[in-house]
C-alpha cells in the first residue's frame, strides 16, 4: 500500500468538474453494486465465509462480525467482498495526484454503509457489528493493531485528536499513525490507544516523534440509522513523549495538546471524543463530532468535502514505517 505525506495527498484538494464542493455525489462503485445486486456478482471469499481469497491470491483479512452468520450470510458475504473492493478502490484514489475529493468522500461514506449491520440482506435490524468489533481491536491483551493516516478532511481534525505542535514554525506533519490494543486486559492500560505524529523541521534537523498515550474510556452506540451506524467514542490522553524522549503527564501540562478542542478532566488527563462510522481489520472511519466542529455543516460528516473525517488504513509494519522516517 502505497504512503500519501500529510503534505500532499491527505490534504489536497482535487479539481471537482464544477467546483462546488457541497454537490450531492453517488459513488459509482455503490450504484454499480446496486445495479448488480441480483446478478450474482459477488467477490469471490472463501467457501467457508471466512478469510477469503481476492483473485490474486493475496488473504483478505475477515471482518470482524462473522460473515455468514444468521439467515443473511449470502448478503453479509457479499457485502464483505464489496467493502474489499470499496477498500481497494478508495486507495487506489489516495495513490493519485489532484484526486476528487466530494467523490472520495463519497466512497467513504459507501463503504461506511455496507460495514454497517442492518444493511438489508435479511439481517436483523438489532444486528449491529461496529461496537463489537471496536472492543474486539481494543481488548486485545497481547495484539496491536497499526493504523496510518491516510486521509484527513482538514487541519483541524488532525488537532481535534491529535498535539498541533505541527503548527509551529517551521514544522511540517509527515504521518500519523495510530495503535490499539496490546496493554493487557486489566488495570491502566486496558482499552489502550496510542497516537504517534511524525513531524518534519525545515533544515538540517532530524524528523521529531511525539507520541499521545491514553485509553478509550468510553463506547457508546450513537444514533444509528439503518443504513449507517455510529460508535460514540471517548478518548483518555495521560501522557506525551515528545521528540526528545521525554514523557510529560497529562496532570502537568497545563492543558497544552490539542488545544481548544481537548477537555481535561478532574485528575488533568485531556479527553477527546471521536464518532466511529466503521472499523476492521484493515481501515477505521472516524469523525469529529459535530457538536466540536465550526463548519456549519450540521450532523453530517459525509457533506461536501468531509472536513471532520479522519480515515485510517491498516499499518502492517509500523516499526518499519517508522524507521524508514528516521523516527523509530
Known amino acids: 500500500m502505497k504512503q500519501n505525506r500529510l503534505g500532499s495527498a491527505k490534504r489536497r484538494r482535487g479539481a471537482t468538474g464544477d467546483g462546488d464542493g457541497d454537490s450531492i455525489v453517488i459513488s459509482p462503485l455503490l450504484a454499480e453494486w446496486a445495479k448488480s445486486e441480483d446478478a450474482g456478482g459477488a467477490t469471490n471469499l472463501g467457501a467457508s465465509g471466512g478469510r477469503g481469497e481476492d483473485p490474486d491470491g493475496v488473504g483478505r483479512p475477515d471482518v470482524v462480525g462473522g460473515a455468514g452468520a444468521g439467515a443473511g450470510g449470502d448478503g453479509q458475504r457479499r457485502d ?8 481497494d478502490a478508495i486507495d487506489s484514489t489516495l495513490s493519485t495526484t489532484n484526486f476528487d475529493v466530494p467523490r472520495l468522500v463519497a466512497d467513504i461514506a459507501s463503504l461506511t454503509k455496507l460495514g454497517s449491520g442492518p444493511a438489508g440482506n435479511g439481517r436483523n435490524v438489532n444486528d449491529r457489528v461496529l461496537l463489537p468489533t471496536l472492543k474486539s481491536l481494543l481488548s486485545s491483551g497481547t495484539t496491536t493493531s497499526s493504523y496510518r493516516l491516510a486521509w484527513v478532511g482538514s487541519d483541524d481534525a488532525i488537532c481535534h485528536v491529535g498535539t498541533s505542535l505541527h503548527k509551529v514554525p517551521l514544522a511540517r506533519l509527515q504521518e500519523v499513525y495510530l495503535s490499539l490494543g496490546g496493554g493487557g486486559s486489566v488495570g491502566l492500560n486496558k482499552n489502550k490507544w496510542e497516537l504517534m505524529e511524525v513531524i518534519r523541521i525545515l533544515g538540517p534537523f532530524p524528523n521529531v516523534r511525539n507520541t499521545l498515550r491514553g485509553n478509550v474510556v468510553g463506547l457508546t452506540r450513537g444514533g444509528s440509522s439503518k443504513e449507517r451506524e455510529v460508535v ?13 524522549g521525554k514523557e510529560i503527564l497529562a496532570s ?3 492543558g497544552r ?11 488533568g488527563a485531556k479527553q477527546v471524543n471521536l464518532d466511529v462510522w466503521f472499523a476492521n481489520d484493515r481501515a477505521i472511519v472516524c469523525s469529529v463530532p459535530s457538536s466540536e466542529g465550526n463548519d456549519g455543516r450540521g450532523g453530517d460528516p459525509f457533506g461536501g468535502d468531509g472536513s471532520k473525517l479522519l480515515f485510517f488504513v491498516a499499518e502492517n509494519d509500523l516499526e518499519g514505517a517508522l524507521e524508514k522516517l528516521c523516527a523509530a
Open 232 to 244: 460514540n467514542m471517548e478518548i483518555s490522553y495521560t501522557s506525551m513523549i515528545d521528540g526528545t
Open 80 to 87: 464483505e467482498g464489496r467493502i474489499y473492493d470499496l477498500l
Open 252 to 254: 502537568s501540562s497545563g
Open 257 to 267: 495538546g490539542n488545544g481548544r478542542d481537548g477537555k481535561k478532566s478532574n485528575d
